[in-house]
């Protein structure tokens, strides 16, 4: 059974960046059948895609974020990674690492992690 | 503002049918590409309920249909069972802007 769990601290300061960690376990992230993705769900809002990769390294982002986010993915470890840097109270959220599936017409997720909640606060 | 538009609530009593609603524009729903729908009970994670329109991941009840079709689609839910209340979100692709998932507003289930 596929399991996500992310990882990072859980308060981060104005200004500064936040980093999450997603481990997969129970399959191989080294795989071509799926890409790899981080949304987030600020406290009582809806959920946002923030962006995703594939194994070989390849990304693309939400535009209204492509500016300050970067996504990484070590293979070796069963890792991808997130950073969001020049955080804001608005980044503030539960940020959730999952499977994502790419369709003929288009894209989703098919597997979540349990969501990491992240303050920016000083 | 979501770039999806769903009612902010729905209630049914257990037994009945309920549908939620998703609405959306020529440059995402109504330009062809798919949608899609998870629930989220409270304090979890969201989970895939019904992918590209129409389909059930194995292990989702056939309570839950949905469909597409012009630039709206629709979750219909028959048999309500007090389980089901959650939170219900559509999600489609949008092509303008550089292109990006959209997400509608959630729609808050609640079984009287």
């Known amino acids: 059974q596929l399991q996500l769990q992310e990882s990072g601290p859980g308060l981060v300061k104005p200004s500064e960046t936040l980093s999450l960690t997603c481990t997969v376990y129970?399959?191989?992230?080294?795989?071509?059948?799926?890409?790899w993705a981080w949304l987030r769900q600020p406290p009582g809002k809806g959920l946002e895609w923030i962006g995703s990769i594939y194994y070989s390294g390849s990304t693309y982002s939400n535009p209204s974020l492509e500016s300050r986010v970067t996504i990484s993915v070590d293979t070796s470890k069963n890792q991808f990674f997130l950073k969001l840097t020049s955080v804001t109270a608005a980044d503030t959220a539960v940020y959730y690492c999952?499977?994502?599936?790419?369709?003929?017409?288009?894209?989703?997720?098919?597997?979540w992690g349990q969501g990491a909640l992240v303050n920016v606060s000083s | 503002q979501s770039v999806l538009t769903q009612p902010p609530s729905v209630s049914g009593a257990p037994g009945q049918r309920v549908t939620i609603s998703c609405t959306g524009s020529?440059?995402?729903?109504?330009?062809?590409?798919?949608v899609h729908w998870y629930q989220q009970l409270p304090g979890r994670a969201p989970k895939l309920l019904i992918y590209s329109n129409t389909n059930r991941p194995s292990g989702v009840p056939d309570r839950f249909s949905g469909s597409k079709s012009g630039t709206s689609a629709s979750l219909v839910i028959t048999g309500l069972q007090a389980e089901d209340e959650a939170d219900y979100y559509c999600q489609s692709y949008d092509s303008s802007l550089s292109g990006s998932w959209v997400f509608g507003g959630g729609t808050k289930l609640t079984v009287l």
């Open positions: 129970g399959g191989s992230i080294r795989t071509t059948d799926y890409y």
């Open positions: 999952a499977r994502q599936i790419v369709g003929t017409n288009g894209e989703w997720v098919d597997y």
């Open positions: 020529t440059s995402n729903i109504g330009a062809r590409y798919d």
